[in-house]
């Protein structure tokens, strides 16, 4: 029988798939951080007709590297060093300014979805690697692709993930051992309403906080989570599993314009998407600056080329071309100070309309 521990399985996609693997003939060790919060389990279990022995449930909590240590040590004591596969499920959420998030609240984040795949993970590759065989299912989230105001932390925590994944993933392919990304978009599960928003009184970023939970915390887009669970049964169940898969509607369309688009256009579309303002234009100065023709230029980056008492000047500095030419014997029209030099043989070089002429060095 294929023998599978799933993390975080008190809620959500870790019960869900639980279920539907136990259902399908898995041998699931069900494991969550407190065994109080077992009996939305069991009844799923007794709901679905599970036989006692079909689904163990064990105590782990992925952050602690003692329990990690004891839960995974009792799967591999019970399967014979034969545990065929380990859904890294467990995560969490906080909703918050990154200037308004406490250290600990972000630390807690990372700790939870980054580091507790590396403690389940660091357990349970060496029985897999001498065994020749195993598959290593991650939860990511479509949060992976973009960034999102207010879960800066949790972004993070998923964007880590997917990097370290790919890169472990090279490292232990040819040992038999498969990492797999899940990468799911809104689907209804109890994250939403766990996260803890954190947004102090009279804070700057208020109006961003309104706009953003306008709507409620879970997306009205969200979807029934039994269709992770069965993206995730299939991925077992594969002997050529992709890498990376997202799950559902949304997921897959933000897989493809991560792909497709680059970040300016895709940041626009977000801000649109989310109605947030458009970002306060800080070349507005700059560009007052040079309509009336005079051009900062860095002081180091400028060489002039002496020509008796009429100075010009080799290169090109970026000038719009709708600015009238500049004066030729005026470089202090460039706010750049530039100290005499001895005479030069050197013809003056063709100057353009619109442009003045500076040498970067
Ligand atoms: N729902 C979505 O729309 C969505 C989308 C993309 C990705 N995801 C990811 O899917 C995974 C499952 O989340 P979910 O949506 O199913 O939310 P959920 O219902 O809140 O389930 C999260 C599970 O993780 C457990 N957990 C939290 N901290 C833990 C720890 N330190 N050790 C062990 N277990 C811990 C929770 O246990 P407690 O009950 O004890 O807190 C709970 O069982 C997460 O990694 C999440 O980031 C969710």
Known sequence: MRSVLITGCSSGFGLHTAILLARRGWWVFASMRNLDKR???DREAERAGLSPGALRVVRLDVTDPASVREGVEQVLEETGQALDAVIQNA????ASTFEE?????????????FFGVLNVTRRVLPAMRARGR???????????FFGTPLVSAYCASKWALEG????????????????VLVEPGAYRTSIWESSRLIAPEGSPYAGLV???LAKGKQPSHARDPAEVAEAVARLLESNHPRFRKPVGPDARVSSFAHKLLPYGPRT????????LPPPRAQGVELRRHLLSG????????ATSIGSGGNRTHAGRCETPSRIAPLPRNRPECLGVDIPPRPVSSRPAPDRSAGSCDIRAT
């Open 294 to 301: 005079r051009a900062r230029v860095p002081r180091r980056r």
């Open 101 to 113: 998030l406490p250290d600990e609240e972000l630390r807690q984040v990372m700790e939870t979805n």
């Open 39 to 41: 009996a939305a389990l």
């Open 91 to 94: 995560g969490i959420s906080v």
């Open 164 to 179: 370290w994944a790919e890169s472990v993933a090279l490292e232990v392919a040819p040992f038999g051992v498969r990492l």
């Open 134 to 144: 195993g598959k290593i299912v991650i939860m990511s989230s479509e949060s992976a």
């Open 268 to 275: 626009f579309l977000i801000r649109k998407l989310l109605g």
């Open 210 to 212: 309104q706009r953003m």
